[in-house]
């Protein structure tokens, strides 16, 4: 069966003395046709671009017709057939109607740099009876001009509808105020975003009829699958399916239906539309169109920084009531990127107060020093001043640098310094008292003989009494 109402259109006129009667039906491929494996191959369902296809990648399915088919359970007639095909840039496939298994007419879509651009094949004052089995077949070519791995690629002969519009056997002259002229054209601004961007599509239908307006106008626009959180003007969803329905369109004025979507996986994306009104259109070959997106993969920016910390004291020791200075140094060794918002924190012990810094903001006993940006292989000091204000044998400064970007290198990031805080005055250290030893008597002291003084003395008068004696004797 055909698809929703909105695919029948049914034109009623009156010539001077006759009734002429027209009606175009549509039959979707993925839809309306039950059985899509009676040729030689069979079919699969392009969902993407709501097409029948023929999976070339099977070797033994290239060249060989597949064929759908369905019951036409209209009157019996004389009817245009149109089929609506893909045009494919890696091969130019064959597309045949059938009747009851009878080849009715046959054609091969034009080359084509657009892949799923659509084509219109249409055959002319076909006799299709009531009940009648009606078909379409297609095969997969290759026109050897497209490398897919050790070969060539293969089209996979799509199409996606097929249309059967009445021939008016009547005499009369076709009333031209029913008969009107739609032009649609589907655009985008989005040929190639990013998984995660917005697509944005528009819609413009022209009635180029300069006298008769285009009443109930619908278009119906199929999305890729991909895409959610859709919006568009006026018109109701169900799945990757839009309907839009409008009011009329003037003579020679337009109508204009904006869609938008979020693209959310990678790979090509292919919107249709198509539109058609109350109003009978002899050139359906331009009421559908379609554009194409390719979505890329997002590639990361690296914004990655290397932050190397180095502190300094301006003395190893400091007395009680001192004023110590530190500097830390902070250089981006990263090559390309800039370090933006750095900061270093600070840590003193309890043994130092601060006092002031060139950059830092104060807490506790931790300073937090905001670097505004530091360009590739440049550095920033920072200087902090602090009072000793204890004794500490071990004063322990700690630098840490901090940054929301990926540091390559972390282990450069922190920086330690080390001193000692001692008393203000330094007592005078007294000597150890030593022992002095005793002073001998005079009358003990001796010779280089080793004799008394007073011994020898006495011995020498003695001998200068004896001499006189014995002189004077």
Not at 115 to 139: C, L, R
Not at 259 to 285: H, M
Not at 399 to 417: G, H, K, L, M, S
Request: include cysteine.
């Amino acid at each position: 069966m055909i698809t929703a109402a909105r695919n029948l259109t049914l034109v009623l006129g009156l010539a001077a003395s006759s009734f002429a009667w027209s009606a175009t039906y549509q039959y979707e491929a993925i839809s309306d046709f039950t059985d899509i494996n009676a040729g030689e191959v069979p079919y699969y369902i392009h969902g993407n671009v709501r097409a029948l296809a023929i999976n070339a990648a099977i070797e033994s399915y290239r060249e060989k017709f597949a064929r759908a088919s369905t019951v036409f359970e209209q009157s019996s007639g004389l009817y245009d057939v149109t089929i609506t095909t893909l045009g494919e840039i890696d091969g130019d496939g064959e597309y045949r109607f059938l009747v009851n298994d009878e080849v009715i007419g046959a054609a091969v879509n034009a080359p084509t740099d657009l892949d799923y651009s659509p084509q219109y094949h249409t055959f002319e004052n076909v006799s299709i009876p009531a009940g009648a089995t009606i078909s379409v077949e297609s095969s997969a070519v290759s026109n050897g001009q497209v490398p897919e791995g050790d070969a060539y690629a293969f089209a996979r002969g799509r199409w996606i509808n097929l249309s059967i519009t009445t021939v008016e056997e009547d005499s009369a002259t076709p009333d031209p105020l029913e008969t009107i002229d739609l032009v649609l054209s589907l655009t985008t601004n989005s040929e190639s975003v990013n998984a995660g961007d917005i697509i944005n599509y528009t819609v413009e239908v022209e009635n180029t009829s300069e006298e008769i307006t285009a009443t109930n106008p619908i278009i119906s626009i199929t999305l890729p699958a991909g895409l959610s959180e859709v919006t568009s003007d006026n018109c109701s969803q169900s799945a990757n399916n839009l309907t839009c329905t409008l009011s009329e369109i003037a003579p020679s004025d337009a109508a204009i239906v904006n869609v938008s979507a979020r693209a959310e996986t990678t790979g090509s994306y292919q919107a249709i539309a198509s539109v058609q009104a109350d109003q009978s259109d002899p050139n359906l070959q331009n009421n559908s169109d379609n554009a194409s997106s390719t979505v890329n993969a997002i590639v990361p920016v690296d914004t990655s920084v290397d932050l190397a910390l180095n502190i300094s004291a301006n003395s190893s020791q400091f007395k009680v009531g001192d004023t110590a200075t530190f500097t830390v140094v902070m250089t981006n060794l990263h090559t390309d990127n800039i370090a933006t918002a750095p900061i270093v924190n600070i840590a003193l012990p309890g043994s130092l107060q601060f006092i002031a810094s060139n950059t830092c903001v104060p807490g506790t006993q931790t300073l937090v020093c905001n670097i505004e940006e530091l360009a590739p292989e440049s550095e920033s000091v920072v200087i902090v001043t602090a009072l000793a204000k204890q004794i500490d044998s071990t004063t322990e400064v700690i630098a840490v640098a901090d940054t929301a970007q990926t540091d390559t290198n972390p282990d450069n990031n922190e920086a330690r310094i080390s001193s000692n805080i001692i008393p203000a005055v330094v007592q005078p250290v007294e000597p150890t008292p030593q022992e002095v030893p005793a002073t001998e008597s005079p009358e003990r002291k001796t010779t280089n003989g080793g004799g008394s003084l007073s011994t020898l003395s006495l011995v020498f008068f003695a001998i200068v009494v004896a001499w006189r004696r014995q002189r004077y004797s």
